[in-house]
């Protein structure tokens, strides 16, 4: 078939569906079709002759064409259909310049807002596609939050019958999901009506075509009548698809007519070329501007106006130029689409890696769940992993649309077993942590029942060993923990209390151990050093076991502990001790008569005094860390810059240290 000018080569398909002004097709059977006269075969060859240069419209005869030929009809023929899809919708290129976020990425809560703007500030018939992503994204998010919910719901024991959650931002969707359907209701209802009237002003401008052959006035003023016809029904607007064919057949037909009878006027029929082939150059130099245009959608969104006007709105032109420049402005077309489907070839890709990533996220998902963990702190590792995880999916962009369900289905199933397990080992916790909880209970009542008591030698050993057995229990839910806690030390505090009250004997033991620890001191201070540090050392250490083997000294008497440790300074410093190990092995000796002391508050007392001494270290090496951010482009061997490094790293291992002690005192706990 040949390639001609604004007929069946160049418009398109021939069902083509109603737009918003007539596309001129070739001349077909109409509903009522008057008999062939000699000068109706006249005037179908005049038109012909006009309409087609190289072969008669009417044949059935199609020859054959090239691959090139056919990448071009597609190229039109993507064209026209865009065209067809929005014929009916005279708001349809409102729809072009919304544009869609990510709504993969975005929250509920985003979604509803996002929702609510766009169904209130733009015309329902331009969102239909924002509106299904938003619903479609909403609903995966919120089935996923329904089954958080339902699975804590079962895991604190409630019974799946029973289970229902609404949402406020559920509800807020739903209303404006019902907002939206009433308001594309509504404007399908007005399209339907204006249809109508469309159509019956399309039938009334064919009578008056109809009748123009058999008005009895000068050409002219007839031309100008039929150019104002024409003018009208560009502008009539779309009609029922329904009645489409037969009203456009008709025009066609009536026109094809006129211009049989306009033939015998070759100046008007000439002048009409020329306005023709002047209008549709300038498309084809917008066209071929357009080719060059990186914004591929504005250049395919004008493309579609340029051929609705090619068709819709011009005539034909004098046959010399026929072929000519429909090949100049098939092929800026064929530019155009090429460089589109290139662009959505490579987003095909782009797509296909962001399924290759997401694919690879959920196969770490699925790993996390291979063993489990065994303690709160494995699971709060994996808790964050999975929050990582789930960060970088929702991150990762659009998957091809073809196996997005699948590939959001995968999703959340491997996060659902990962939920599963989580859950089912946190409840065994809280089940362990409620026994717990009632042990302490227990506890707590033993020592509330003999924190009064006088018989001292009974009751010491069973506080203290109530004491022991507190340590030994695990955790209890976290709020309860701490007044349990303070409920029991005031028992113990309380008992222990009236125990020093009345512990003369025992304090004549304390004053008897500090008296053998001052001649032990005057023996320490007399060792004579061989010179072996490994022997020395050994020789020191064994001096403070029997040290540690005296026992407690009275309160106001344990000055005589920092004399040991001076004492022990000189001689870690004469053997070269790191000053963490040498403080270390004093600090082992503090522990021990604190851990040996009848009260447990001094070991409270110097954990919580180690806790003080951590976050001021922290303190201050923060503010030499942010001090350090002034000496900008300054070498680190300037004197100022390597002061303060140092002293950082002199911090760091006091911090170092008194973690260490820390850790100490916990395993005494």
């Not at 078939?1 to 398909?13: F, P, R, T, V």
């Not at 331009?126 to 938003?134: L, T």
């Not at 699975?151 to 024991?157: Q, Y």
Request: with cysteine.
């Amino acid at each position: 078939m040949s390639e001609q000018d604004n007929l069946q080569k160049a418009d398109g398909k021939e069902e083509f569906i109603v737009s918003k002004e007539p596309v001129e097709k070739e001349n077909k059977a109409i509903e009522v079709k008057p008999e062939k006269t000699d000068s109706m075969e006249n005037s179908e060859k005049a038109i012909s002759e006009i309409d087609d240069p190289k072969t008669d419209l009417k044949t059935e005869t199609k020859t054959e064409e090239t691959d090139n030929q056919e990448n071009d009809d597609e190229a039109i023929s993507e064209i026209e259909e865009s065209n067809a899809e929005d014929a009916e919708d005279e708001g349809s290129k409102d729809r072009h310049v919304i544009v869609k976020k990510d709504y993969e990425k975005m929250s509920m809560e985003d979604l509803a807002d996002e929702l609510e703007n766009l169904v209130s500030k733009e015309k329902a018939q331009a969102i239909k596609a924002h509106v299904e992503e938003i619903r479609s994204e909403f609903k995966s998010k919120f089935s996923t939050l329904l089954d958080e919910k339902k699975e804590e719901f079962l895991n604190d024991g409630g019974n799946e019958i029973d289970f229902y959650y609404s949402s406020p931002l559920q509800k807020r969707v739903k209303d404006t999901i019902k907002e939206y359907r009433s308001k594309i209701t509504s404007h399908y209802k007005s399209i339907e009506n204006n249809l109508k009237d469309n159509l019956a002003e399309r039938l009334e401008i064919i009578e008056e075509i109809k009748g123009l052959i058999n008005v009895e006035e000068n050409i002219n003023t007839t031309y100008k009548h039929f150019k104002d016809l024409q003018e009208r029904w560009r502008h009539a607007g779309p009609i029922p698809r329904d009645k489409y064919n037969n009203a456009w057949n008709s025009y066609h037909h009536h026109v094809e007519i006129f211009y049989d009878f306009l033939h015998l006027n070759r100046d008007l029929r000439d002048l009409d070329f020329k306005h023709n082939l002047e209008q549709k150059l300038k498309i084809i130099d917008r066209a071929e501007e357009l080719a060059q245009d990186d914004d591929l959608n504005r250049s395919f969104r004008e493309l579609q106006v340029l051929h609705k006007m090619w068709k819709e709105e011009l005539g034909p032109v004098d046959k010399v130029y026929r072929e000519e420049i429909w090949k100049r402005f098939k092929a800026a077309t064929k530019t155009i689409h090429d460089k589109r489907q290139s662009y959505f070839n490579d987003l095909d890709k782009v797509y296909e890696k962001n399924l290759e990533t997401k694919q690879e996220i959920i196969e770490k998902i699925k790993k996390l769940n291979d063993g489990g963990a065994k303690s709160h702190s494995d699971w709060q590792k994996k808790i964050k992993s999975l929050e990582a995880l789930r960060n970088d999916f929702f991150s990762a962009g659009k998957v091809p649309i073809k196996v997005n369900e699948a590939t959001w289905s995968s999703f959340k199933t491997a996060v659902r077993n990962f939920n599963r397990k989580k859950n089912a080992f946190y409840k065994d916790l809280k089940k362990d942590q409620y026994e717990n909880l009632q042990k302490k209970l227990d506890l707590i009542k033993i020592a509330e029942d003999n924190k009064d008591s006088e018989d001292f030698e009974v009751t010491t050993a069973l506080m203290k060993k109530i004491q022991s057995d507190w340590k030994k229990i695990g955790h209890v839910p976290r709020k309860n923990s701490d007044k349990i806690w303070n409920q029991f030390k005031t028992a113990c505090n309380h008992y222990f209390d009236k125990l020093h009250e009345s512990k003369n004997e025992a304090n004549k033991e304390e004053i008897e151990a500090y008296n053998d620890k001052v001649k032990l001191l005057e023996e320490i201070k007399a060792i004579e050093l061989s010179g072996e540090k490994d022997a020395d050392l050994e020789t020191v250490k064994s001096y403070i076991e029997k040290w540690k083997a005296l026992g407690n000294v009275p309160n106001d008497k344990r000055y005589i502990e920092g004399k040991l440790n001076k004492t022990l300074d000189s001689y870690f410093k004469s053997l070269k001790l790191n000053k963490t190990e040498a403080e270390l092995i004093k600090f082992d000796n503090k522990l021990e008569v604190l851990n040996n002391a009848e009260d447990s508050r001094h070991l409270d007392n110097e954990r919580t005094f180690i806790n003080k001494k951590i976050k001021e270290v922290k303190s201050e090496i923060n503010q030499l860390e942010n001090n350090l951010q002034f000496f900008t482009n300054v070498d680190e061997s300037n004197p100022l810059v390597k002061e303060v490094i140092d002293n950082i790293q002199r911090h760091k291992d006091t911090l170092d240290l008194w973690k260490t002690k820390l850790n100490k005192i916990k395993e005494l706990y």
